[in-house]
């Protein structure tokens, strides 16, 4: 069992930046691909960013190419994801998950990012 705790939300202004945290424990971290995805109030969660269990590819939503990037720590048991040049569109509650070869089978609790125009 996987636990995923996120970290680093909060106020933003437009153009600015926020680097959230998701600290995992209780599991093997290398083997799970990790991911953020994120939802907005009245929207259905979307997802924002990945990055493979082997090799450390990325991918990303089109709404976040360009300004979004995803990292992983091995060593900390942490992945991480730096939002630059953020949108009032990009308010949301931003969660962290875990895939094994077929679902994103853990998930954290969410973390809050407000981003004002």
């Known amino acids: 069992q996987v636990q995923l705790e996120e970290s680093g939300g909060g106020l933003a202004q437009a153009g600015g930046s926020l680097r959230l945290s998701c600290a995992a424990s209780?599991?093997?971290?290398?083997?799970?691909?990790m991911g953020w995805f994120r939802q907005a109030p009245g929207k259905e969660r979307e997802f924002a960013a990945r990055?493979?269990?082997?090799?450390?590819?990325?991918y990303y939503a089109d709404s976040v190419k360009g300004r979004f990037t995803i990292s992983r720590d091995i060593a900390k048991n942490t992945v991480y994801l730096q939002m630059n040049s953020l949108k009032p569109e990009d308010t949301a509650v931003y969660y962290c998950?875990?895939?094994?070869?077929?679902?994103?089978?853990?998930w954290g609790q969410g973390t809050q990012v407000t981003v004002s125009s």
């Open positions: 990055i493979s269990a082997i090799g450390g590819t990325t």
């Open positions: 209780g599991g093997t971290f290398s083997r799970y691909s």
């Open positions: 998950a875990a895939r094994d070869s077929t679902n994103w089978k853990y």
